[in-house]
């Protein structure tokens, strides 16, 4: 069965960027994919370090939960992220995620050697986020975080569902559509992914 992570980097359990993530799991499954998901906000994980224990062997040496969302993370064929717009960025609690992956890029980088800039990934993922206001700009610097946290899990950033103006929690309910469009990414992601729905 084709395997997908889902990881959930809002505070709020079912804010506006969970909602749209659930409905893509639902997207997801209902084509026949088997979806782990991860509430970032349920974990204990420390920040980075900056120690460089992953030098040895690739694997971060902070033991905490990071070490069981680590061997998911490199055992799924499709990751599902979902944050929140927080100051331009990600939520604190995805940065520190994406911080503890520095031990994934050390693994790709300096210990398999793998050249910078490789534009041949193995896996993909699918981003969702949303923004309370309307600016062009909104999603810029996200997407560059973004695509570069995907590299480092040596995934393609396959595409991105970007909301604007909404706010508060349960906003996204208005907007139906948004959510069948996050469905339809769900299932369009499983194929994109070689899944097939079990005959
Ligand atoms: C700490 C914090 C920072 C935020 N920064 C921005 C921002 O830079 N731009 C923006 O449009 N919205 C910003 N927002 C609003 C959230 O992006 C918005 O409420 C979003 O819908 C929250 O998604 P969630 O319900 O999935 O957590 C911020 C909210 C918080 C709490």
């Keep these: 069965m084709t395997n997908i992570l889902a990881i959930y980097g809002s505070p709020r359990r079912k804010g506006n960027t969970a909602l749209l993530l659930k409905r893509a799991v639902e997207g997801a499954r209902e084509a026949g994919a088997d979806v782990e998901e991860i509430v970032l906000r349920d974990l204990k994980m420390s920040p980075c370090l900056e120690i460089y224990g992953c030098k040895q062997t690739g694997r971060c040496a902070i033991r905490d939960d990071f070490q069981v969302v680590y061997d998911k993370l490199l055992a799924c064929q499709g990751l599902m992220l979902a944050s929140p717009i927080f100051f331009y960025t990600v939520s604190a609690h995805t940065k520190i995620l994406m911080d503890r992956c520095q031990s994934l890029w050390v693994k790709r980088y300096w210990l398999e050697k793998t050249p910078f800039g490789k534009k041949e990934f193995k896996r993909k993922g699918l981003f969702i986020s949303a923004g309370a206001t309307k600016g062009k700009r909104l999603f ?22 970007l909301y604007r103006e909404l706010d508060f929690e349960g906003d996204v309910l208005k907007h139906p559509e948004y959510l069948e469009s996050a469905y339809t990414a769900g299932k369009q992601f499983f194929r994109a992914i070689g899944g097939h729905a079990p005959t």
């Design 140 to 161: 810029d610097g996200v997407l560059l975080t973004v695509r570069y946290f995907f590299d480092a899990l040596d995934m393609e950033l396959w595409n991105s569902m």
